[in-house]
């Protein structure tokens, strides 16, 4: 399957699962937006892997919570390769606080940053997919937007809603050639789970509770975003699929 000739946005590329699929996308021959807010070394590192590859990407700095921010990477993006074709909603931030310690500021910043940013975003890169008539709005969720986790109130919260946005858009956009799915991962060993107080507690349990055996690593879920990418993929509509070794069925 080739992505040769498409160009793909994605939120949050600087490490962890972002970087893998902006990895694998290149390897497909997609052009690849990096995207990144604090860490420029990061997003950098990431787009110099794509380049010694053969591959074209570009960095772009955003705050993908603000709306005018998210507007202006994909507008970036279609001005440096001709246009957008794949908008993947990565970016994943939060306060890990019980639910009756949470305040508004947290609630803001994580709704707006993991699903505010995916609404606006696609909303952006589906005015150049409409014209083309084939896209792709692909959204990275956590089995937290169904399952109650320790501390993960406002995030799981904005994981919900981001498989409802995904649900709303993947409808309205179907008709145009522009399909939109969530993929919602099991535990996945990153950066991300240094957060959590209990890391190692978390990762030892869900080895223990995955009928596969190991937890699922961001390449393979780089990979599957890459199928859904697709024409393959192209009846896969709206929906949440858990790549996750049969972890979320067990608990």
């Known amino acids: 399957m080739t992505l040769k000739g498409k160009t793909a946005v994605i939120t949050g590329s600087g490490r962890g699962i972002g970087r893998a699929i902006a990895i694998e996308l290149a390897e497909r021959g997609a052009n690849v937006v990096v995207n990144f807010w604090r860490r420029r070394q990061s997003a950098e590192e990431t787009a110099n892997m794509i380049r010694n590859r053969g591959g074209k990407a570009a960095v772009v700095r955003a705050n993908v919570g603000d709306i005018d921010a998210v507007q202006t990477l994909v507008q970036k993006g279609a001005e440096t390769f001709g246009s957008v074709d794949i908008f993947i909603g990565n970016a ?23 699903a505010r940013s995916i609404f606006f975003g696609g909303q952006a890169a589906a005015h150049y997919m409409k014209e083309k008539g084939w896209g792709r709005i692909i959204a ?66 869900a080895k223990e509770r995955t009928p596969a055996g190991r937890l699922v690593t961001p390449s393979e879920i780089a990979r599957f975003v890459a199928f859904l990418c697709s024409d393959d993929a192209a009846m896969l509509v709206g929906n949440t699929i858990q790549l996750d070794g049969g972890y979320n069925i067990t608990m």
Request: hydrophobic residues 45%; aromatic residues 8%.
């Open 92 to 114: 994943a931030s939060g306060v890990l606080r019980p639910a009756l310690e949470q305040e508004a500021k947290a609630w803001n910043w994580t709704l707006n940053i993991n």
């Open 140 to 205: 990275i969720s956590s089995i937290g937007s169904q399952r109650v986790l320790p501390e993960y109130s406002i995030v799981g919260v904005s994981k919900a809603a981001i498989e409802a946005t995904i649900r709303y858009l993947a409808v309205e956009l179907a008709p145009y050639g522009i399909i939109c799915n969530t993929v919602s991962p099991g535990v996945v060993e990153t950066e991300a789970l240094d957060f959590f107080p209990s890391k190692d507690r978390i990762i030892e349990t």
